[in-house]
């Protein structure tokens, strides 16, 4: 069975502080796909990324940042020089490769940044 | 632009009877969700349809059921409301490698029906 941990339920960080969210996961396939959305107060989830298991080369888009380790599980998600309309909460989702690709989300972790 | 359009965005019924919620889709994805999501949880597949083959999750209320006429609409029916049925619904849809969109793998997210059940 998949599962996806994700500890913190809510941060708090004041403006442009950097601030990383933490995702660990467990699957026993070997091909998978891991997934951040951000769900802001209006509610639709907004996907941000898609990275597979066999890609660990670290991303950066602007100030989103991501650094996936298979040896540890995990994915986690840094936003560096955080602003007020990074404030949502944000899921950390795994799907199985092939088939219908169901996604397993986290928790979710809501981020709240302090003006 | 291309996108996953839902209707109503609230939607308040009354305990017990029926509503319909309804999700398209201009995007021509073969695979479209619904996933319930309860205040401060995270969203639960409710079932997909792959094309027109239909995939109930185990543990999806027989309350529950869904419909899709074609490839841009799906429906979502709730028999009978229950006061625990009470949240947020959103539709989703997902490409297949080879098709019209290059970003196969990612579900697109409609914006969600707030349902409230009085």
């Known amino acids: 069975a998949q599962k996806v941990t994700q500890a913190q339920t809510e941060i708090s960080v004041v403006e442009k502080e950097d601030v990383t969210l933490d995702c660990v996961y467990e699957?026993?396939?070997?091909?998978?796909?891991l997934f951040w959305y951000k769900q802001p107060p209006s509610g639709e989830l907004v996907f941000l990324i898609r990275r597979n298991s066999f890609d660990e080369q670290n991303e950066i888009s602007g100030r989103y940042s991501w650094n996936f380790q298979k040896s540890t599980s995990s994915f986690n998600f840094t936003i560096t020089a955080s602003q007020v309309v990074d404030s949502a909460v944000y899921f950390c989702a795994l799907s199985e490769a092939g088939g219908n690709e169901k996604l397993t989300f986290g928790t979710g972790t809501r981020l709240t940044i302090i003006p | 632009d291309a996108m996953v359009i839902q209707n109503p965005r609230y939607q308040v019924t009354q305990f017990g009877k029926p509503v319909t919620l309804s999700c398209s889709q201009t995007?021509?994805?073969?695979?479209m969700y619904w996933y319930q999501q309860k205040s401060s949880q995270a969203p639960k597949l409710l079932f997909h349809?792959?094309?027109?083959?239909?995939?109930n999750e185990a543990d999806t209320p027989d309350n529950f059921q869904s419909r899709r006429p074609n490839t841009s609409f799906c429906f979502l029916d709730i028999r009978s409301p229950g006061l625990g049925d009470a949240a947020m619904y959103l539709c989703?849809?997902?490409?297949?490698?080879?098709?019209?969109?290059?970003?196969?793998?990612?579900?697109?997210f409609g914006p969600g029906t707030r349902l409230t059940v009085l």
């Open positions: 995007l021509n994805h073969n695979v």
């Open positions: 989703a849809t997902r490409g297949m490698a080879g098709g019209p969109t290059i970003s196969y793998n990612e579900q697109f």
């Open positions: 699957t026993r396939d070997t091909t998978y796909y």
């Open positions: 349809y792959y094309d027109k083959d239909f995939n």
